[in-house]
């Protein structure tokens, strides 16, 4: 795993905080919700290859 993930991982929770705090303040606590869970899908749809490479690293080491 190298540091640029992390770093798009951070990115994209700094700018999801933002924009959620952002709508909270202005009354739209709808849609700051819809944000925070966009945000979660998205960086959940960029760890996706990483689990595969660490499903295959385990099937490997452990011989399944």
């Not at 190298?2 to 951070?10: C, E, R, T, Y």
């Amino acid at each position: 795993m190298d540091i640029g993930l992390i770093l798009k991982v951070a990115g994209v929770g700094i700018l999801v905080s933002a924009a959620a705090q952002i709508l909270q303040k202005s009354g739209r606590d709808e849609q700051s919700t819809l944000v925070v869970i966009a945000g979660i899908i998205v960086v959940l749809i960029m760890l996706v290859g990483e689990i595969e490479k660490l499903f295959e690293l385990v099937i490997s080491v452990f011989g399944f």
